[in-house]
């Protein structure tokens, strides 16, 4: 996985070695114009296994959440959502740029799947808000689930039993919460 968010920030470190604008390097540095950052992303979703690869009736994607050093670093903290490459970049996010606004397209398992329990013991923001729409109503996605755009503040830690959000149809009409 080749993303550019820096390694440091724990340990008492700054920023190693990084592909990053200075000027970004100096906010990361900075914990009170890090609370000002907001990183809004549309990780990918692809999965080393799932119940369609299990079952025989879909691909399995070799490696694609596996084999990489955000992988390895944080298997304990992630469990099975390590199949996951998307939760790779959220807890990255969250553990290397904590304080920071998070805002994602992504598919909610990490809110309400079993696989993801030992996820939800790491990430601990403090929900936002946030909607939800048809997953194919973004181009190139073909599967019927749901897709959600959900807002955490990585600086305030706050253990989430459930979150409220707006839905939306696939004419942009709303449905409901």
Request: glycine fraction near 8%; charged fraction near 25%; charge should be positive.
């Amino acid at each position: 996985m080749s993303f550019l968010i820096p390694q440091a920030l724990r340990g008492g470190g700054g920023i190693v070695a990084s592909k990053l604008p200075k000027a970004l390097q100096e906010i990361l540095k900075d914990k009170k114009k890090r609370q000002k950052l907001v990183i809004y992303i549309n990780p990918p979703y692809a999965e080393a296994g799932n119940s369609s690869t299990e079952k025989k009736t879909g691909n399995h994607k070799a490696l694609v959440a596996k084999g990489n050093k955000t992988s390895e670093r944080y298997n304990e903290v992630l469990g099975r959502a390590n199949n996951e490459l998307f939760t790779q970049f959220f807890i990255r996010i969250y553990t290397e740029m904590s304080g920071c606004i998070l805002g994602a397209f992504s598919t909610l398992k990490y809110v309400n799947s079993q696989n993801f329990i030992k996820f939800r013991e790491t990430f601990k923001a403090q929900f936002l808000g946030g909607f939800i729409t048809p997953a194919d109503t973004f181009d190139n996605v073909k599967g019927k689930f749901p897709i959600g755009f959900l807002m955490w503040d990585t600086c305030k830690k706050q253990k989430f039993e459930s979150i409220e959000v707006k839905v939306f149809d696939r004419e942009n009409r709303f449905f409901g919460k």
